[in-house]
């Protein structure tokens, strides 16, 4: 099966997960930026439906990382949120507007303008720990600068702030996720030695909470627009800075393939604005 099938299939697989799991949320009662909150989840079984599918999820990214670039199959997991918003106002009663339906479709019509104009292609699949040293620094920063705007605000601007730190993470884990699967077959020695397993849980992990946090605050999609937008935006960086890969491929693709991927970044933007209240937490 190629990359692309199944980076879509991955994509599916996140958004009805997302769905689920804020489904689950908005049936606790302690606020998002308490600590409570993630033990209430964790015993709803239609959050733990949720997460078993973000787990197969990432199961089905980590085969298509290891047959594809990572900005290809960031590109094509995106869509996740095109997905989720029928999902979305079928479970939990979220409105789909005119809004909504217009920056779905420029998503849409701009990853796939992106892939097909830029037809980026892959680099390095191995990667050093030093390589990563410069760009941790930075990516620790940008999150917990976010996380400690996203607790003074509420509503949709919590929702996207929240979700913008898990979007940086969700990239981050993407990427290790790439230098991961290429060292699954030298055995658990060299593997438990290695940064990668920890590098790994810990961006899952970071990625976990403040996604949780997006959804608790009931704006599905400004949660799931600035996760996917901020994950896109860290692997197409990390993808051309540490893995040198190229997202372009001949003599005047570059700028087209920058064209559509504004268009695809600025439909998920056009998504983060809801269009009415978000679903209560009857919804449930």
Same mark, same amino acid.
């Given at each position: 099966? %190629?990359? @692309?099938?199944?980076?879509?299939?991955? *994509?599916? %697989?996140? *958004?009805?997960?997302?769905?689920?799991?804020? $489904?689950?949320?908005?049936?606790?009662?302690?606020?998002?930026?308490?600590?409570?909150?993630?033990?209430?989840?964790?015993?709803? /079984?239609?959050?733990?439906?949720?997460?078993?599918? !973000?787990?197969?999820?990432?199961?089905?990214?980590?085969?298509?990382?290891? $047959?594809?670039?990572?900005?290809?199959?960031? %590109?094509?997991?995106?869509?996740?949120?095109?997905?989720? =918003?029928?999902?979305?106002?079928?479970?939990?009663?979220?409105?789909?507007?005119? $809004?909504?339906?217009?920056?779905?479709?420029?998503?849409?019509?701009?990853?796939?303008?992106?892939?097909?104009?830029?037809? /980026?292609? &892959? &680099? =390095?699949?191995?990667?050093?720990? %030093?390589?990563?040293?410069?760009?941790?620094?930075?990516?620790?920063? #940008?999150?917990?600068?976010?996380?400690?705007? #996203?607790? $003074?605000?509420?509503? #949709?601007?919590?929702?996207?702030?929240?979700?913008?730190?898990?979007?940086?993470?969700?990239?981050?884990? *993407?990427?290790?996720?790439?230098?991961?699967?290429? !060292?699954?077959?030298? &055995?658990?020695?060299?593997?438990?030695?290695?940064?990668? /397993? @920890?590098?790994?849980?810990?961006? *899952?992990?970071?990625?976990?909470?403040? !996604?949780?946090?997006?959804?608790?605050?009931?704006?599905?999609?400004?949660?799931?627009?600035?996760?996917?937008?901020?994950?896109?935006?860290?692997?197409?960086? =990390? &993808?051309?800075?540490?893995?040198?890969?190229?997202?372009?491929?001949?003599?005047?693709?570059?700028?087209?393939?920058?064209?559509?991927?504004?268009?695809?970044?600025?439909?998920?933007?056009?998504?983060?604005?809801?269009?009415?209240?978000?679903?209560?937490?009857?919804?449930?």
């Amino acid at each position: 099966m %190629s990359a @692309y099938i199944l980076a879509l299939l991955a *994509a599916l %697989s996140f *958004a009805l997960g997302s769905v689920l799991q804020q $489904r689950g949320t908005l049936q606790t009662s302690a606020k998002e930026g308490d600590p409570h909150f993630l033990l209430e989840i964790i015993r709803k /079984p239609v959050w733990l439906l949720g997460g078993l599918l !973000q787990v197969c999820g990432w199961v089905l990214q980590a085969v298509a990382l290891d $047959r594809g670039s990572l900005v290809v199959v960031q %590109s094509l997991c995106s869509l996740s949120l095109v997905f989720a =918003l029928p999902l979305g106002a079928k479970l939990t009663d979220q409105h789909v507007g005119k $809004r909504s339906i217009l920056g779905a479709s420029a998503t849409l019509i701009g990853i796939i303008a992106f892939l097909a104009f830029g037809q /980026p292609q &892959g &680099g =390095l699949s191995r990667l050093d720990s %030093s390589d990563w040293w410069a760009v941790g620094f930075t990516i620790v920063a #940008a999150i917990v600068l976010l996380a400690g705007l #996203a607790r $003074r605000r509420h509503g #949709a601007v919590a929702a996207a702030l929240f979700a913008t730190a898990a979007g940086i993470s969700y990239g981050v884990q *993407a990427a290790v996720t790439k230098v991961f699967v290429t !060292q699954l077959g030298n &055995g658990l020695g060299p593997l438990l030695t290695s940064w990668t /397993p @920890y590098a790994l849980i810990a961006s *899952a992990l970071v990625g976990f909470a403040f !996604q949780q946090s997006a959804l608790k605050t009931g704006f599905l999609a400004p949660a799931m627009a600035a996760s996917n937008a901020a994950t896109l935006a860290t692997s197409v960086l =990390l &993808g051309v800075i540490l893995f040198q890969e190229s997202i372009s491929n001949g003599e005047g693709r570059l700028p087209p393939a920058l064209i559509a991927l504004a268009i695809a970044i600025f439909g998920v933007v056009l998504l983060a604005y809801p269009e009415q209240k978000p679903a209560a937490a009857a919804a449930g």
